[in-house]
């Protein structure tokens, strides 16, 4: 069988973790989450990253800290893309804010700016999350261009194009803040796991709060001591459990930063033979109803694995599926066709998500993955 994806996580990083754990170390959050968040900044481009449990995790958490700070309150209109994951919409209807979908585009699979345009144009969105669709690189300009215009907050939601970059900058540090994840088979991989990344220090503060239960811990000095001071809090023992926010238990532990650490060791190995795989894929793959877009210079592509948009879906994927190769729909199609959102807001039809709804799936990418197996399954293709 050949996996859609395959575990990051090396025998030699697992032997790793064995001789470490032997020396019965601090389990729970800890130093070594301090280190894997600020090598995962220091690789990314951004100031400041907050290790989570998950992805999901994440993208709630970015939306909270908003709320936290009175940018965003309940019944505010947030843009979430049409293409996307579940836990980029869900978090806008548990927090109470009202969803507007928006339709893909059939470059890249992100949004569809004249779509975007005309819901600004109809409606008045404070935040748009941005999703980039299995490492695509969008025209980051546009975006940022048109979201400054309106006056509309960009939160990316990278989780899946960890090294992908727009004019050499890494996605994931364009907006206020952006979300990744660490799960099993993505870029790479802690277990489980996320991290939100942001250039602003008050909400790096704010996210370190909310994420541990509303208590300052981990908190800056200057922070710690404004929340202190605000709320009369003058004795050290009292403030160990002082709750100055509603927060939420998102921590990690050290033992999946350990295995983070040793995982960005080997990131640009990573990032570059996915892109790799992908050229090889875009090469041998013609279709005359969709082609995935070129890796270049401006738009280097570190894929999660390939897109195929085609209307003979059902019988490449039958044909892969006997073959032994995983396929799966491409994310989840169209979320205005998701069951969750029809039982609350009623079928939301998009011309180009519903495409990728009845024809989008993708092929297996990983670092394991051989030119023998890709070339065989662009055969099948």
């Known amino acids: 069988m050949i996996p859609l994806v395959k575990d990051t996580i090396s025998h030699a990083e697992m032997d790793a973790l064995a001789d470490w754990l032997r020396t019965y170390p601090r389990l729970t959050k800890g130093n070594l989450c301090i280190e894997f968040e600020e090598n995962w900044s220091h690789f990314l481009g951004c100031k400041y990253s907050v290790f989570v449990n998950s992805g999901s995790s994440a993208n709630l958490l970015m939306l909270y800290s908003l709320i936290e700070t009175g940018i965003l309150k309940q019944g505010d209109q947030v843009v979430v893309p049409s293409v996307s994951w579940a836990t980029d919409l869900a978090?806008?209807?548990?927090?109470?804010?009202?969803?507007?979908?928006?339709?893909?585009?059939?470059?890249?699979?992100?949004?569809?700016?004249?779509?975007?345009?005309?819901?600004?144009?109809?409606?008045?969105?404070?935040?748009?999350?941005?999703?980039?669709?299995?490492?695509?690189?969008?025209?980051?300009?546009?975006?940022?261009?048109?979201?400054?215009?309106?006056?509309?907050?960009?939160?990316?939601?990278?989780?899946?194009?960890?090294?992908?970059?727009?004019?050499?900058?890494?996605?994931?540090?364009?907006?206020?803040?952006?979300?990744?994840?660490?799960f099993f088979g993505h870029h790479l991989s802690t277990i489980e796991g996320g991290l939100v990344c942001t250039d602003d220090r008050d909400l790096y503060n704010l996210l370190k709060c909310i994420r541990s239960h509303g208590w300052d811990r981990d908190n800056d000095d200057y922070y710690q001591k404004?929340?202190?001071?605000?709320?009369?809090?003058?004795?050290?023992?009292?403030?160990?459990?002082?709750?100055?926010?509603?927060?939420?238990?998102?921590?990690?532990t050290d033992l999946q930063a350990f295995l983070g650490i040793n995982q960005l060791e080997k990131a640009q190995f990573v990032i570059e033979t996915r892109n790799k795989n992908y050229q090889l894929y875009h090469s041998l793959i013609k279709s005359p109803f969709w082609s995935a877009p070129l890796s270049s210079e401006e738009r280097y592509i570190s894929n999660f694995a390939y897109p195929m948009i085609s209307d003979k879906r059902t019988e490449i994927t039958n044909k892969l599926i006997e073959a032994g190769v995983q396929t799966r729909p491409l994310i989840c199609g169209s979320i205005g066709r998701q069951p969750f959102w029809v039982k609350n807001f009623g079928l939301c039809p998009k011309k180009n998500a519903d495409k990728v709804h009845d024809h989008g799936f993708y092929l297996p990418n990983n670092c394991e993955i051989t030119e023998e197996e890709i070339k065989f399954i662009c055969s099948l293709v």
């Open 226 to 252: 404004d929340l202190r001071s605000k709320h009369s809090i003058t004795d050290d023992f009292e403030s160990l459990y002082t709750f100055y926010k509603m927060g939420f238990n998102f921590r990690s």
């Open 91 to 182: 978090p806008v209807v548990q927090l109470g804010l009202e969803p507007i979908l928006c339709d893909c585009n059939l470059y890249d699979l992100s949004i569809d700016l004249e779509d975007f345009e005309n819901i600004l144009s109809k409606n008045n969105p404070k935040a748009l999350i941005f999703v980039s669709i299995l490492g695509l690189v969008p025209n980051m300009d546009e975006v940022q261009q048109l979201c400054d215009r309106k006056n509309v907050l960009l939160l990316e939601d990278a989780c899946e194009s960890f090294g992908s970059k727009y004019k050499g900058k890494n996605l994931g540090t364009f907006g206020l803040m952006s979300s990744f994840s660490t």
